[in-house]
Every structure is written in structure tokens, then in C-alpha cells.
């Protein structure tokens, strides 16, 4: 259980690793159902909106789905810092200074993730940081200075 809410953690950052491991036990596999989440969500919505053209998404669907992503995660971050996989997982993002994102670090973080995601190489980077890092971060958390945390329960 996380003893410490956010807004005690928001005044010195984000919580450390060693002292407060329970915000980082089991992220990564948490990302990992997040992310299988959110691209099925994705990519159902990205099929609809195909079909909803007549077909004529299905033209540029590779666009139409990136264009999907960026909307999804963008406005997903922005609103309540966790995508709808992400509140699956009970895992939310955090800034350095442990707040919540807002619009453009959610659009930042969005567009640095995609990046990363079209580039076999720095996706693996992200994964063994992931795996092996303090805190959980993949490649695009520690350029920006975000991680993702465990959402503690609500009181």
C-alpha cells in the first residue's frame, strides 16, 4: 500500500526509488497492459473512423491511426495524466516535480513517445531502461524528467 499521497511528494518531486518503492513496484508490466490497452483502443477507433468514411480512411490508415494516438494520449494525459489503459493498470504520469502533466508536457511527451516508437532502437533502449532504471523510466521519462508512478488508492 503507498503511504504517502501525491500532494505530499509534489512539494520535493518526484518519490525516491529507495525510500518509496512501493510508487514504482511492478510499472513496467503495468506500462506493458497499459500499452496493449490503449493500442487495441487506438487502432478500434482508428478502424471505425475508416469505416465511418466510407472506406476512404483505409487509404491513409498508417496516418489515421498516428494521428489517433497523438489525439488519445495528448488529451488523455492532459485531462487526468493516464491514458484509459493506463487507469486500467492503476498507474498515472507524473512530472519531475511530481505533478500531474498538463497540456503541452502531455503533448511533448506524447510526440517524444512517438518518435521513440517509429525507431526500433531507441524502443529497445526504452524497454531494458525500463526494466533496469530506478524508477521506472523509459527513454522518453528521463529526457523529459516524468515517470510513471502507482496511482495510490483513494481515501
Known amino acids: 500500500m503507498i503511504a504517502m499521497t501525491y500532494s505530499q511528494t509534489a512539494s520535493w518531486g518526484l518519490p525516491d526509488p529507495d525510500t518509496q518503492s512501493e510508487f514504482y513496484a511492478d510499472v513496467p508490466a503495468k506500462r506493458f497492459i497499459a500499452w496493449v490497452v490503449d493500442a487495441l483502443l487506438i487502432f478500434a477507433t482508428a478502424l471505425l473512423i475508416s469505416l465511418l468514411t466510407i472506406g476512404i480512411g483505409f487509404f491513409f490508415f498508417g496516418f ?11 488529451v488523455s494525459l492532459a485531462n487526468r495524466s493516464a491514458t ?16 500531474r502533466f498538463d497540456l503541452p508536457t502531455a503533448a511533448l511527451h506524447t510526440l517524444a513517445y512517438q518518435i521513440s516508437m517509429s ?22 521519462d528521463i529526457a523529459l524528467g516524468t515517470a510513471a508512478l502507482n496511482r495510490p488508492a483513494r481515501a
Open 119 to 140: 525507431m526500433v532502437v531507441p524502443q529497445i533502449i526504452s524497454i531494458v531502461l525500463m526494466l533496469t532504471s530506478p524508477r521506472a523510466q523509459g527513454l522518453t
Open 84 to 99: 484509459l489503459g493506463m487507469r486500467l493498470a492503476a498507474i498515472e504520469m507524473r512530472t519531475r516535480r511530481g505533478e
Open 64 to 74: 489515421l491511426v498516428a494521428a489517433t494516438a497523438f489525439i488519445y494520449r495528448t
